[in-house]
């Protein structure tokens, strides 16, 4: 069946690095693809979306890159800042649906 | 912009119960969203409106769950009987156009039923 997931659970970084976060999916009429950013007792929060028709968008800090031949997607956070820990998830939503399929999460945990 | 917006933020309830969960979408979008989060499943989504329409519910759990939009400014989720396995967060979100693109969710309203 249809599933999104994500390669790591945990990922620990420093403030100031880099973070980059993966995500996997096996559906391959997935045409849409977008990035929230989840922080403790909150709801999901949009951070950057991209559609199958481009590889690479940028926001403020975040980029998103889309690998359609090997259906992964990734987000990266740029001088990962302590405000930047939450849990981030990545999801998809194939041709003619509106309805997005959530991955499972991945924590990101910045270290001062 | 006053965002998605839920009420109540906190339930809880006694096996058996009626709950009736609120959310008001952003002014303007005409798509609405019901999920529905817990730690063994995740985000799922339950059911989406377009322009106060249900457009797919298969992802309602059973009978006792039910969806309503009277209007374009609000929607409720109700579950008669709750269950203890119903405990999760409900989260309401809402987008501009009829494709469910940009998403915006609400706060969330976590529901116990003991």
């Known amino acids: 069946g249809e599933s999104v997931g994500l390669h790591l659970p945990t990922l620990s970084v420093q403030e100031g690095d880099n973070s980059i976060i993966n995500c996997a999916y096996s559906?391959?009429?997935?045409?849409?693809f977008i990035w929230y950013k989840q922080e403790s007792g909150k709801g999901p929060q949009f951070i950057i979306d991209?559609?199958?028709?481009?590889d690479k968008r940028q926001g403020q800090r975040v980029t998103v890159l889309l690998n359609k031949t090997v259906k992964h997607l990734s987000l990266q956070i740029a001088a990962t800042q302590p405000g930047d820990s939450a849990v981030y998830f990545c999801?998809?939503?194939?041709?003619?649906?509106?309805?997005?399929?959530f991955g499972s999460g991945t924590r990101l945990q910045v270290q001062p | 912009d006053a965002g998605v917006i839920q009420s109540p933020r906190h339930e809880v309830t006694e096996m058996g119960q009626e709950v009736t969960l609120r959310c008001k979408p952003i002014?303007?979008?005409?798509?609405l969203f019901w999920y529905r989060q817990t730690m063994m499943r995740g985000l799922e989504l339950l059911i989406y409106?377009?322009?106060?329409?249900?457009?797919?519910d298969s992802g309602m759990p059973e009978d006792r769950f039910s969806a309503k939009m009277p209007n374009a400014s609000f929607s409720t989720l109700k579950i008669q009987p709750s269950e203890p396995r119903d405990s999760a967060v409900y989260f309401c979100?809402?987008?501009?156009?009829?494709?469910?693109?940009?998403?915006?969710f609400g706060p969330g309203t976590r529901l116990t039923v003991t």
């Open positions: 979100a809402s987008s501009l156009g009829p494709q469910g693109y940009e998403q915006y």
């Open positions: 559906n391959s009429a997935s045409d849409y």
């Open positions: 991209i559609r199958s028709n481009m």
């Open positions: 999801a998809e939503m194939g041709t003619g649906r509106r309805a997005l399929t």
């Open positions: 002014s303007g979008h005409n798509s």
């Open positions: 409106f377009n322009n106060n329409v249900p457009i797919d």
